[in-house]
């Protein structure tokens, strides 16, 4: 019953700051794109500590989203023959990244001490 | 877990694992791994369990789904009803297991059948009275006359000789150590009660002269991971009568009445206990009975051996009274379950379970049940109208009567269910504290085969008696109009549910009173003005571990001290703990005429009087000197019974002859409870061997009591010092009020608790029935005033009505549970005042909530809708 009403909440399609993260992840590590790696590489590119399981679950949240569908890759042997489930960005995955994008670009370009060259933070 | 998911998780899992063995180790690795697994538990990787109860048929399932929604459709209102029951339960819960246990006592002999304990019993016109002490040479003449008497054992268990309190040491070291539970007994003890033996044996161990019986714990402590069989034990330095040890025991189980880690032998004894005669009574006597012996029986034989054995060795000894005596005393044999909460009351020197505050705790238990069973029905009813439709609709569709009925049923049982197990929970999470309050260990025993199906079968039954009604109720509505919406809850139904609320806060009333009346009463015993100083009084303990010198020479180091006003050295005191001896008195004139009395006999010192604040009424106290060594000092209450207007300068006999003069009459002063009268109490002069009493004029009491410590260290470097303080122990002797008192205060807030839930959830459906009515009334102009009295005008009525009721029956119950106890209050009109007003306060702080609420909103916004 919960579990139906929080994934209800979740049916939007906002990107939220983790998910995005993970989804420009998902695009660098192309064909390597498992929670594993990810979580890996997410740890190595933004020095924060996570676990696979929070990645898995942030995977799962944006395929439900749409953003990101998955299938079984090969196996391999250091995972003890198991196969993995890499994950690839849809177009609409590609869209939301692209959204995000621009609408940072254009909040940047209103910045005012930007535009003004005078850059003080130490107001 | 999901099974679709394992494959690939495990996979991930696996490959940090070995990533991070090559960068840590094993160890760090299998941490991380088992962290990981932690955090994969998600909602999106748990795999969805759905109840499947195939077994139940469908409707019962659905009847069940309804009920769910039922629950989840009007959560204030749902939680109202399942928390209030569910505290009902809980305190229900903690007081079965708490009479459970206090009627679980002495239950676990083999023999159970014929472990008795005998008892006096005199019974005349003017006076009955029980009591266990009897002569010790009793004993050789029950054995050597009584066949069907298997073993008798003697103890002593009044402070006498080492009885009690000891400072003891292994006889190889030198540190004195604190001990309680020390008694006297002879051998047979061990056979008699069935006490399982960890070092020697039952017949043996207290069979040599001197020899001691230590408990398996104290064994523990010291004599760790050995036999402590024939080693020494030395009680209060005493080098030259060092005791034996000739068994251990298993500690006596918490169920048995009687207590005790170290017990010496009486057996061969040179002097004190176990070598007095036929004079005095001293010795509580315990038997085993030979298989299918009859007790009746064996109570005639007593009789019949007192009067053609004991009469002759009474007359030897001069005793008075004895034609009284043989008509009216008789013996009674008292199986040893009894022992423990002592319904007969018989006099013994026990700590015993209070009889009355079983049933007291019983009857408020039902009570709280009762109330949180009525609020069930009173909400159930109350939500009638709105399950109207639905009772309606079902019909029309086809459901019969006795479907309707079982679907209630299986409602209100569903409701009890969870009612139970939240109410479990809540009187596990409360244990703690009610076993503070009640100063036992209980635990709830969740593995007992018996606890969770009587927990199941109390809640189906509580469901099913406190749904019958709702569901017969419910089930006869007329579909036809309650579908028109014509519904209405009838006369009859609001003049049920009306009288629930009464009765509901009756007893709140009656509990609150109760509450009142218990804590004013411990006020007034707390307060009372006992005829001597406890304020000030501290008592230094142990003092028998020194030489009689020694006590002498610290008394006086002690007086040096400023802040120390005066010291006496007696171990009579007027308060728990204190020693307490009864010597038979007559005036010498009157002696072999008449009987005696018997009144307490106390050795106390010159300064007593002065440390103690008693107050001398007339004479004089007793001097230094060696010329009072014949005098006496009488309270009044003793000269009453001596029938003597000034008794100054009389000559008193005592049952041993020896003859004393009065010198001086003590103002009245409690020694014993202050339920009972002052009984006489004769002083005469001696010192004391354990206790120094020091009464302080400075506030600065820690001080003087560090001053102390270093005097005392100067004498016994190898004992640490032990005080007590005399007001402290004189609110020990009320344990069993304080206990009373803490538990009916929250036994009341509870009901308080559970009949406003009840107010409250009928308050706000009564509003939301009539909140159409309140608007046209204020559209047409009247004040929020008004609208509040008319909406919680019906349930002040009421409140009103169960004052009424309350206060006689309050009463009654109150004077009965005073009965003509001494010092008891009077139970004025304030209490009554008091508690109502409180009632009455709570209740219209309840019904304000929602009255007030309908009073003050704008009428448009519910009119607007037709």
Known sequence: MFYNLVTYIMKETKLGDFEETILLLVGILDKEAYAFKIAEEFEAQTDRAVSIGAVHSTLNRLGDKGFLTSEMGASTAERGGRRKRIYTITASGQRALQESRDFKISLWDQFPSLAGGNLNFNI | MKSELAEEVLGDLDEKFYKVLEEKGHRGARKIYWLQVMKYFRPFAIKKTR????????????????????????????????????????A???????INHELSYDKHYQDQESIYRIANNYQSEEYSEMWTNLEGPFKPVLEGNIPEIDLVARVVLWRWGKVGENHIRPSNTLNNIYEGGFFYSDPELFEILEVPMVYGSQKEALNAPNSIAISKSKAD???????????????????????TIGGVFEDFVSTSHLQGDFIMTLKDRKSGPGTSGWCCTNYNFYVKLTPNASKTAIEQKLTNVRDTYIMDKYREIGKNGLDDLQKHQSYYLQPVQDIYLNKQNIGDNMTHGSHDLVWIFGGVALTILLLACLNFINLSTAKSIKRAKEVGLRKVVGSQRSGLIVQHLTESSFYSLLSVVLGTLIAWGL??????????????PWTSWWFAPTLLSGALLIGFLSGIYPAFYLSKFNPIEVLKGKASSGASTSFF????????????????????VTQKQFQHFMNKSLGFEKEQVVNILGLNSLKENEREVFKEELERITAIQSTSLGDYLPVEGGRNTNFGFELVEKKGLEEGFEAARWMVDENYLETMGMELVSGRNFTDQS???????????????????????TQVVDMFDGTYRIIGVVKDFYFESLTSTVRPLAMVRGKGRETISIKLNSSNIEQTLAAVNSIWEGFKPNQPIRYSFMNQRFQRMYEDLIKAKTLLIIFSILSVTIACLGLFALSAYSVEQRIKEVSVRKVLGASAQMIFKLLAGDFIKLILISIAVAIPVGWLLMDELLGDMTNRISLSWTVFALASLMALVIAIITVSFESIKAALINPATRLRSE
Request: charged share 20%; glycine share 4%.
């Open chain 2, 51 to 90: 109840l499947r109860l195939p077994k139940i048929a469908t409707m019962q399932r659905h009847y069940l789904k309804i009920s769910w929604r039922n629950l989840l459709r009007d959560k204030a209102f749902s939680s109202i009803k399942i928390g209030g029951f569910a505290v009902g339960i809980a």
């Open chain 2, 431 to 444: 244990m703690p504290l009610f076993n503070k309050i009640s100063a036992e260990a209980l635990v709830i």
């Open chain 2, 92 to 98: 229900c819960i903690l007081i079965s297991l708490y």
């Open chain 2, 627 to 649: 010329l009072d060594e014949t005098s006496i000092i009488i309270n009044e209450s003793m000269a009453h019974q001596f029938g003597l207007d000034d008794p100054i300068d």
């Open chain 2, 497 to 516: 549910r009306n009288s629930m609320v009464v009765f509901q806060f009756t007893v709140t009333v009656i509990l609150i009173i109760a509450a009142i």
């Open chain 2, 221 to 243: 402590k010291y004599f760790p991971n050995e036999n402590p069989v024939g080693k020494q034990l030395i009680l209060n330095d005493d080098t030259e009568r060092a005791y």
